[in-house]
């Protein structure tokens, strides 16, 4: 599957099947985790067959149901930008696997999470991870004017760029960031506050560098 096609497939999935994550994918993601830490400096982990992790008392907004695999991401204090970079690349990569995802920061049981935070890192979030129910649906999104600026000399990179991250999963799809090109080759993206903003700043640079090419522009 192309990357674009895979963007537009990954949807927020909360209510999942009983099947099992095949031996042979759990090995494909711990190998990706490890890849991700290595070059990170984070500290993903994957978790399975756990029942207690979704059993937060939670209102019914973001409640998950049938849940019992996830993704764990620590990192350091001031990481959660990293955090929602490479979380974005885990969770794209457990698509390409066929399996279902929904990035989750506040309705899961914290104490139920077995893995301890590495020293100096902390829990920033948690990705429900398996097989769906269904494949969920794509999220409403704002008018493109509204998270960045296009005009008849915008180049193809930037608007491919733009494409991407407004498949991007934010917080209470708030879609609470904007992207400015700046000059011939760069590109500023900036959060504005909510919830998770910097996380979120991180899911949306991560599509956008695959939309545009990281070959064509620099971060300003």
């Known amino acids: 599957m192309e ?3 895979l963007m537009r497939a990954r949807h927020s999935v909360r209510k999942y099947t009983a099947q099992k994550i095949e031996p042979e994918k759990a090995a494909q993601l711990k190998n990706e985790i490890e890849a991700i830490n290595r ?3 984070l500290f993903f ?5 756990n029942e207690e992790i979704f059993k937060a008392n939670q209102p019914s907004y973001g409640s998950f149901s049938g849940c019992r695999n996830c993704l764990l991401f620590f990192g350091g204090k001031s990481c959660a930008e990293k955090v929602g970079y490479f979380g974005e690349r885990l969770v794209l990569f457990a698509q390409s696997l066929g399996l279902n995802t929904c ?3 506040l309705t899961f049981e914290k104490k139920a999470v077995p893995v301890a935070a590495p020293e100096g890192m902390k829990l920033f979030i948690v990705v429900a991870l398996g097989y769906g129910e269904t494949q969920g ?3 409403n999104s704002k008018p493109v004017e509204k998270l960045a600026r296009l005009t008849d000399q915008t180049p193809d990179w930037f608007r491919r760029g733009v494409e991407a991250a407004l498949l991007a999963p934010t917080a209470i799809n708030q879609q609470r960031f904007r992207l400015e090109q700046v000059g011939e080759r760069a590109v500023r993206a900036k959060a504005l506050l909510g919830p998770c903003f910097k996380i979120d700043l991180g899911i949306v640079k991560y599509h956008f ?3 545009a090419g990281k070959e064509n522009f620099e971060w300003a």
């Open 137 to 139: 649906k794509p999220h």
């Open 3 to 5: 990357t674009m096609e």
């Open 103 to 105: 990035w989750c920061a």
């Open 209 to 211: 560098e695959l939309g």
């Open 45 to 49: 982990a994957l978790v399975t067959d």
């Open 39 to 41: 070059e990170s400096g």
